[in-house]
């Protein structure tokens, strides 16, 4: 039987652009400290950590975590490559949730380079294949690989259902209304839907430059204990993981031969559906949403992808406001990765305390009134997808 997990602690330190930002290591070690410090514990309590980064050496984690101490303890480090933080969260989860620790670290970060994510240039890459059914199903092949994915799976949307340009500009739009009121945005100014269609065009009828999130240095930790380690302890107990589920790629990734499903719609439904029905709620009980807005694009997907419109109703649910203070379910208070930015690594910790602070209630301007059920949805592509369910405790 597997226990409940508690988020005991959560920090983050501001987001930055590329050469702005203290080297990996010391963005680390400033989040895993402020999580201990959140949580009300010291270091020696931890028992395991997980640290997730994408670009680095093999033990960067350790490089990060030997500043608050060398206290023998694993240290697991984590690559899937966008999904690599909410993938050291699922995993310092399973540890709690199995009894195999009472205390664990989930810590992300990264130092990124401007300009577009590449790949390795020595051997065949993860996304070899991803790469060749995209050159096939839309060509393009002077563009960065990620504008590719995401740039190819809105147009596919477009052609189905008629959605216009300006839909995607309005969820730009609104990332940006909300991460005025983020301190740790990389990005703080709000842009109007023209600003948005005026801006760069990448890919004439398809994208324009601030529908792309920036590359983003940062980092992002939490304390996830269990519930006797809490009491013990005398730590807070009002927020819990009510239910994860993380999922990998179907085939219908590449034989439905569908842009869509190439960039992890499959993944995303499907680790969803399992969440909901593991916490006994739908998409219509989720009160705010953290999701994988790499592209103004993927935002459009995911709602229809985690359910929180129907397939086809997108546009409408954008139009309607539904997305936003006021309307169904608030996405990306934060700012998403659009505003908020994506150091790939710590992307999946950073939704982390955002929700946490949201149904701790501490999310000032932010703040969503009365949430009580919170959904992550994390992305990397080659392919993992992390969907975890909070719930105010």
Not at 288 to 312: I, R, T
Not at 314 to 329: I, L, R, S
Not at 365 to 382: P, W
Request: hydrophobic letters at 40%.
């Amino acid at each position: 039987m597997m226990r409940k997990v508690y988020v005991a602690g959560v920090g983050m330190i501001p987001f930055k652009k590329p050469g702005a930002s203290d080297p990996y290591h010391m963005m680390g070690l400033q989040a895993a400290r402020l999580a201990i410090e959140d949580a009300g514990i010291e270091y020696p309590d931890v028992s395991q950590a997980y640290a997730g980064y994408v670009h680095g050496h093999s033990t960067c984690g350790q490089h990060a975590l030997y500043g608050l101490g060398m206290t023998g303890i694993p240290i697991l480090n984590v690559n899937n490559n966008c999904a690599s933080g909410s993938t050291a969260l699922f995993l310092a989860r399973q540890a709690v949730a199995s009894g195999a620790a009472e205390c664990v670290l989930a810590l992300g970060f990264e130092e990124m380079k401007p300009g577009a994510l590449g790949v390795g240039e020595h051997g065949p890459t993860p996304l070899d294949r991803f790469n060749e059914l995209t050159l096939d199903l839309v060509g393009m092949p002077e563009m960065p690989m990620a504008l590719r994915y995401f740039a190819g799976a809105g147009l596919t949307y477009m052609q189905k259902y008629g959605t216009p340009l300006n839909t995607f500009a309005k969820i730009r739009a609104k990332a940006s209304r909300h991460a005025v009121h983020n301190p740790f945005a990389v990005f703080r100014r709000e842009v109007s839907e023209q600003e948005v269609m005026q801006d760069k065009v990448i890919w004439p009828g398809v994208m324009t430059r601030l529908m792309a999130c920036p590359p983003t240095c940062g980092a992002a930790a939490t304390i996830l204990v269990s519930e006797e380690f809490a009491k013990t302890r005398g730590l807070r107990k009002d927020v819990v993981i009510a239910a994860q589920e993380m999922v990998t790629d179907f085939p219908s990734t590449f034989v439905e031969r569908n842009m869509i499903k190439v960039v992890g719609y499959d993944m995303a439904r499907v680790a969803a559906t399992k969440v909901y029905e593991s916490a006994g709620v739908g998409p219509q009980d989720i009160d705010v949403v953290e999701l994988h807005d790499c592209f103004a694009q993927n935002e459009l997907l995911c709602y229809e992808s985690l359910g929180l419109c129907p397939e086809g109703g997108a546009e409408k649910f954008v139009d309607d406001g539904a997305n936003t203070y006021g309307g169904e379910v608030v996405t990306n208070p934060s700012g998403g990765l659009l505003s908020k930015g994506h150091p790939l690594g710590a992307t999946g910790l950073a939704q982390c305390y955002e929700l946490t602070h949201q149904l701790r209630g501490t999310a000032d301007r932010r703040q969503v009134d009365g949430a009580r059920n919170a959904l992550q949805h994390n992305l990397g592509m080659g392919g993992a997808c992390v969907v975890t369910l909070y719930q105010k405790g």
